[in-house]
């Protein structure tokens, strides 16, 4: 089971950081739903990308985190991880929703 755990976790981190990565680095907004940039302006589509690809960044660490940490420990310790990384990941993506889309949607 520990096992599985590391490689659902980390398979799951991963995706979500080689995303974020697309995102931000190389300003691939279309990974999103279109509903999520359509009200951005041209000259802020830079700025959201890297908001919105940091704040996948933290969520796919966090997650990546706990397979390793929940494996090399053996306790559930690596879910602090996951809950930091998705909350501070989570406020990223609303707050860069927020200020250049006009909202959370």
Partial sequence: ???????????????????????????????????????????????YAEGMGKGLLWIGGGTAATGILNFATNTSYGWAAFAIGFCVGLILLHRTQKTYNGGCF
């Fill in 1 to 47: 089971m520990r096992w599985f755990e590391l490689f659902f976790l980390l398979a799951a981190g991963i995706a979500v950081l080689a995303i974020g990565c697309r995102i931000w680095k190389k300003q691939q907004i279309t990974l999103l739903h279109e509903y999520h940039y359509k009200n951005v302006k041209e000259e802020d589509k830079q700025a």
